[in-house]
Structure formats: structure tokens, C-alpha cells
């Protein structure tokens, strides 16, 4: 089946430092990544996606994701943390082929302390 | 554009009360979704439409309904709500222009559904 796991419930981090949160993804075949971030009583907003090619993508808000195929992985990282950044973020697989709903993981609280 | 709109916005039901929660995008979009979202659970989807007309089961349909006689509305009923129903519901929309399966899902504001 196909699954996306973010291990961590909340991260915690000092604003001014980086971050980053983690998503892992089972999937059979290429994966096509996103990540989403929802702020309070907000729908979920799309910050960035991995379709192909370089490993590194750069979305909104100085978000960046890098994919390891290898890993199996797809954190989403930020070189200097605002406290606006403080939402849950979501990470989502959509398997290849096909034109198939997203598959969500549970979400990660990221908490920025000034 | 307004995007992906939902109403209402908040409702509370009693028990085996019916309602229709109603999804609408203006972006032309083939695809829609109806999400929901529990805390700890992520979200999970109900069911989704590729076209108009056209509807799916998703992860928890058990106890929904829904239907797309408009390519721009997608509406989900609740035919005799529990209170297992409590939650947040979202719509999504993605359009196929280069491939859908490329495209991102726009998501609407939610509906927050209590079930006494």
C-alpha cells in the first residue's frame, strides 16, 4: 500500500535556526512528493513538489525539499525559522502512474520560539 | 478567482440528522476531493470525482454520499449523522492541464461538522 510516514508529532525549534521535518514514503514505482502547510482554522496551502529531476526543490516562504531516492525520504528544511512558520505541515505521496488522490501523512506540529 | 469555497463553514447536527456540505471551484478543474481531518490522523479521503458525473470511493466512505452533476460542485451528504462524523471536512480540487498526477491540490477553507 502506499504510505507516507512523518515521525515526528512536533518539532521545536529557536527562531534564527534551521529546521526541518521529516516525511518517508513507501510507495511502488517513482513517487510524486508535496508538502503542505496549514496555519489555524486555514485550509492546507501547497508550499512545494517533487515531480523529477534535481533533488533539491525550493517552494514558498524560503522552503526548500530535498529527495533521496535511496532513503526513501523527503524532508522539508528551512535555513532560518520564523516564528510565522509555526503551523502543521503535512507531507503527501502520490503514486506513478495515475491519476490518483493525494495520500496524506498525519502531520508535524513545527513550534518556532523567539 | 476564488478558488475552492465550502459551506457552511460551521454546523452542528444531532444525531440521524441529514445535511449536504457543499464544495465549489472556479478554476476549471476536472478532479475534486472530500477530505477528512481528525486530530492524529492526518487526513483521509472519503471520495473523489474525476469528472463530472463521475464519483469514487476513498479511504473512509462508510456513512457519505456524494455527487458531481456540475463539473464546478461537488456536494457531500450525510445521511443519518453519528457522532463518530465529528470532524473537519476539506474539498480539494486539481486540474489536468500538463497531467493531473503532476498537478498540486488546491484545498478549500473546511467545514467544522458537530454531532451531538
Known amino acids: 500500500a502506499q504510505s507516507v510516514a512523518q515521525p515526528e508529532d512536533q518539532v521545536n525549534v529557536a527562531e534564527g535556526n534551521p529546521l526541518t521535518v521529516k516525511c518517508t514514503y513507501s510507495?511502488?514505482?517513482?513517487?510524486?512528493l508535496f508538502w503542505y502547510v496549514q496555519y489555524p482554522n486555514r485550509g492546507l496551502q501547497f508550499l512545494l513538489k517533487?515531480?523529477?529531476?534535481?533533488?533539491l526543490v525550493k517552494g514558498s516562504y524560503g522552503f526548500e525539499a530535498e529527495f533521496n531516492k535511496s532513503q526513501t525520504s523527503f524532508h522539508l528544511k528551512k535555513p532560518s525559522a520564523l516564528v510565522s512558520d509555526s503551523a502543521l505541515y503535512f507531507c503527501?505521496?502520490?503514486?506513478?502512474?495515475?491519476?490518483?488522490?493525494?495520500?496524506f501523512g498525519k502531520g508535524t506540529r513545527l513550534s518556532v520560539i523567539a | 478567482n476564488a478558488g475552492v469555497t465550502q459551506t457552511p463553514k460551521f454546523r452542528v447536527l444531532k444525531t440521524g440528522q441529514s445535511m449536504t456540505l457543499l464544495c465549489a471551484q472556479d478554476?476549471?478543474?476536472?478532479?475534486m476531493y472530500w477530505y477528512r481531518q481528525d486530530p492524529g490522523m492526518g487526513l483521509r479521503l472519503i471520495h473523489y470525482?474525476?469528472?463530472?458525473?463521475?464519483?469514487a470511493k476513498g479511504e473512509v466512505p462508510d456513512g457519505y454520499n456524494v455527487s458531481r452533476l456540475k463539473k464546478q460542485n461537488f456536494l457531500l451528504g450525510l445521511e443519518s449523522a453519528a457522532p463518530s462524523q465529528t470532524s473537519v471536512y476539506f474539498c480539494?480540487?486539481?486540474?489536468?492541464?500538463?497531467?493531473?498526477?503532476?498537478?498540486?491540490?488546491?484545498f478549500g477553507p473546511g467545514t467544522r461538522l458537530t454531532v451531538l
Open positions: 510507495v511502488s514505482g517513482n513517487p510524486y
Open positions: 478554476m476549471n478543474h476536472e478532479y
Open positions: 517533487y515531480i523529477t529531476g534535481d533533488n
Open positions: 503527501a505521496v502520490r503514486p506513478f502512474p495515475g491519476n490518483t488522490p493525494l495520500v
Open positions: 480539494a480540487s486539481t486540474g489536468t492541464s500538463g497531467g493531473a498526477y503532476y498537478n498540486e491540490q488546491f
Open positions: 470525482s474525476v469528472g463530472e458525473g463521475t464519483t
